[in-house]
């Protein structure tokens, strides 16, 4: 599958111009138009295309339905936004120092470390 990224449409559709297409499948983090549909078409011989959840929603029914009678199969998945961390791992081995040691031997920042330190504190002291 291939992935394309992109902040707005017209950056998608360059994007899309400028790639190479060597599988049937696309996830596109945009909704669907009009014009993103048309130089799909144009570029590559695709067979499935996956949204983000919140894109596919608000794609246009009318541009789903005319893909999927050309046999272009649209469809959302979930997708984890952000950098997955283990922080709290980290820090729960390091809980019987001070949060600025924690801070220095693991290199996170302070204000981090000082933010999952205490919320590990509360969690195991019972309290919420």
Request: proline letters at 3%.
């Amino acid at each position: 599958m291939k992935y394309i990224r992109a902040k707005s449409k017209e950056d998608l559709i360059k994007k899309i111009k400028e790639t190479e297409m060597e599988d049937n499948e696309i996830y596109i983090n945009q909704e669907l138009n009009r014009d993103v549909v048309i130089e799909l078409l144009e570029n590559w011989e695709i067979e499935k295309i996956y949204l983000p959840k919140s894109k596919y929603q608000r794609t246009s029914k009318k541009i789903i339905n005319a893909l999927k009678e050309i046999g272009i199969e649209v469809e959302s998945i979930d997708v984890r936004c952000g950098r997955p961390t283990d922080v709290d791992k980290i820090i729960k081995k390091y809980m019987d120092k001070h949060p600025k040691e924690i801070s220095k031997i693991t290199g996170i920042p302070l204000k981090t470390v000082e933010y999952h330190y205490y919320k590990l504190k509360k969690a195991d002291s019972g309290f919420k």
